[in-house]
């Protein structure tokens, strides 16, 4: 029998580049990456806000996490983002296309295009853009690069009045998909998450009765999850060790999409 093998379950040194990373998943995601020894670069739209989380890191006695102000609407500052990355680590091998945001439009609304437009630019475009920006980095990432793009149980069905929302994080499993099929043979994985209903800023608007009743109804764990318990899942998809788990859709959703009655 061949002997076992003990592969690397740990990111101890590796470089990550974490969107939207204020707030919600990204900044537990943050939290984690850089506990467990990872150089993070923690991204979002407010560099005061980015620089709270940064803080927050460097009080439980980190210092390997930059902050920087990154809107992924903007081609040019994912680039300039990878570029800063990779002078300041030395690479970058793990990517997680995490940002995000809520914006509910019927198809007779007057901003629906408006909608349209930010919700694929922001969720769905800017996350080939990293990728693209990044592969010269994630081909030479010593254990394989690392992709994580952030979906939702809304990339398997839909919710009215969310449509640009639905198409994007549709559009972010098949992007996984393809990503993971064409980058394979660089070494790179590429797995899509998909989140259930989680207590971050995107839903901290709906009133508790109404998260109580549609969890009570809809999730066999009858609650919210927390974002640590997602952000737990990412580093497992970015672990050395998930060298075999390629184009995956993997949903966070205490059993929402499994439940039928
Ligand atoms: P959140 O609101 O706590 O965090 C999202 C962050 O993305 C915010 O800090 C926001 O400033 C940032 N962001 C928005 N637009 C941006 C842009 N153009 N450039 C850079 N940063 C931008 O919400 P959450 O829930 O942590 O969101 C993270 C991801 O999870 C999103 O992609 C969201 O669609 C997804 N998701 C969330 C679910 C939930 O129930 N909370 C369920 C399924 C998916």
Not at 57 to 63: Q, R, S
Not at 214 to 235: D, Q, S
Request: net charge negative; charged share 20%.
């Amino acid at each position: 029998m061949e002997p076992y093998r003990e592969l690397n379950r740990s990111i101890k040194g590796k470089t990550a580049i974490i969107t939207g990373a204020a707030s919600g998943m990204g900044r537990a995601t943050a939290h984690l990456f850089a506990r467990e020894g990872a150089n993070v670069v923690v991204t979002d739209l407010d560099q005061s806000k980015v620089d709270t989380v940064v803080s927050e890191i460097n009080d439980a006695g980190i210092n390997h996490v930059v902050g920087w102000a990154l809107d992924v609407g903007d081609h040019d500052a994912i680039k300039d983002i990878v570029a800063k990355t990779a002078d300041k680590f030395g690479g970058v091998d793990i990517i997680v296309n995490n940002a995000g945001f809520a914006h509910l439009v019927s198809f007779e609304s007057e901003d629906y295009d408006v909608s349209w437009e930010r919700s694929i630019r922001v969720m769905l475009t800017s996350h080939q853009w990293m990728v693209r920006a990044a592969l010269p980095y994630l081909e030479k990432s010593s254990e394989g690069g690392r992709i994580v793009n952030v979906a939702s149980t809304e990339g398997f069905g839909a919710t009215p009045l969310n449509s640009p929302y639905v198409a994007a994080k549709h559009g972010v499993i098949g992007l996984t998909r393809a990503m993971a099929v064409e980058l394979a043979p660089k070494g790179i994985t590429a797995n899509a998450i998909c989140p259930g209903p989680i207590h971050t800023g995107i839903t901290e608007g709906i009133q508790d009765d109404h998260k109580t009743i549609f969890a009570k109804r809809r999730v066999p764990m009858r609650r919210y999850g927390f974002p640590e318990e997602v952000a737990n899942i990412t580093l497992s998809c970015v672990l050395p060790a998930a060298s075999y788990l390629n184009g995956q859709a993997i949903r966070v959703d205490g059993g929402q999409l499994s439940k039928n009655a």
